[in-house]
């Protein structure tokens, strides 16, 4: 998954402007841009826009982002859009791996319910927004089979920590949220699951957010959460693997396999070994799934 892109869940607007914006993915919101008195609303919404989308042809995967554990909504938000088949769940405040295992019982339960098949429900979660949660960041390993990304929030952990700023003023996170940021990278590869990078608010700043989306390519993560569809092509083109990428590893891959899978050789003066050939491999998966 490349882009990612929030959308109020209360807003048949913005949810129906969502489906054409061109991103991989939709999270429809209950949580943090839905006020308390318009949550009831916002399930309905969301759930009636499941209803008529879930079935179109060509479409983005559609998440629902739950209500934290602690706020004590989230069966309600369940109970309201898993009878219409979401491709997965956002779990936002995911404190620990067992977080997530959690969520996986409890969405067996909401699966039978509803006579949808075991397992299809796929989980992304939010695993960097309490101090506690960023320090657990590496304990999503087999926490569950439907765990498919895991990202990170920068707003609630500076609430969490009493930050009074996140970004210096060259606009580059200060280090508790650079901390933040790696903790999900690694958790995330350690996990076995793709790392999604958080969101960028000013979203009128296409240059500060083309600048964030190359510095996370260039990082390790696969994609990036977006606000505004104007930042939804900005992402694809930067997590796209551009031709010449492809090319090259897949130039590798070849040197490998018609050198009989050896542990190193050199192609073009340069020394290639295993880890060169697993990074040309993850390319090729990438640049297959975008
Ligand atoms: N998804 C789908 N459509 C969106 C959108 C989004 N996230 N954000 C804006 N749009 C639509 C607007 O409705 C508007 O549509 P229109 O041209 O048909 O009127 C168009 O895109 C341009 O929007 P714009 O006027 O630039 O922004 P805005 O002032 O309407 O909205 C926000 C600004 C921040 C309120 C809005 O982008 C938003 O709701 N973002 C998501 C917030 C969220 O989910 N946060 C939780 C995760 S951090
Ligand atoms: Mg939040």
């Known amino acids: 998954m490349r882009s990612a892109l929030f959308v109020p869940g209360d807003s048949e607007k913005k949810l129906a402007k969502g489906l054409g914006s061109g991103a991989d993915a939709l999270f429809i919101d209950l949580e943090d841009s839905v006020a308390l008195d318009a949550k009831e609303n916002a399930r309905t919404v969301a759930a009636n826009f499941l209803k008529t989308s879930v079935a179109l042809k060509k479409r ?25 088949a979401p491709d997965g769940i956002v779990l936002p405040k995911s404190e620990h791996g067992k977080d997530v295992t959690r969520l996986d019982s409890l969405l067996r339960v909401h699966e039978v319910r509803s006579d949808i098949e075991d397992g299809s429900t796929k ?30 929030g920068a707003e609630d952990l500076s609430a969490d920590i009493g930050a009074i700023r996140r970004r210096n003023d060259d606009g580059r996170y ?34 500060g957010f083309h600048h964030e989306c190359m510095e996370a390519m260039f990082d390790g993560f ?17 997590f796209t693997p551009s ?24 192609v073009n003066g340069e020394m290639l070994d295993r880890p060169h050939l697993r990074k040309a491999e993850k390319l090729l998966l990438r640049a297959a799934k975008a």
Do not use: C
């Open 60 to 84: 983005p995967q559609l998440f629902v982002r739950i209500n934290a554990f602690d706020a004590d909504m989230f069966e309600e938000d369940l109970a309201a859009v898993v009878p219409f």
């Open 222 to 238: 696969t994609g990036k959460m977006a606000i505004h569809p104007s930042q939804v092509p900005i992402i694809n083109e930067v």
């Open 243 to 266: 031709d010449e990428d492809i090319q090259l590893a897949q130039a590798i891959v070849d040197a490998f396999a018609s050198a009989g899978n050896p542990g190193v050789l050199a």
């Open 174 to 207: 200060r280090d508790v949220f650079r901390f933040a940021r790696v903790q999900t990278l690694l958790g995330a590869v350690a996990a076995g699951v793709e790392p999604l990078d958080t969101v960028y608010p000013d979203f009128k700043d296409e240059i």
């Open 123 to 152: 989980i992304i979660a939010i695993i960097t927004e309490t101090a506690v949660a960023t320090l657990n960041a590496g304990t999503y390993h087999r926490s569950s089979k439907r765990l498919t990304s895991v990202s990170w």
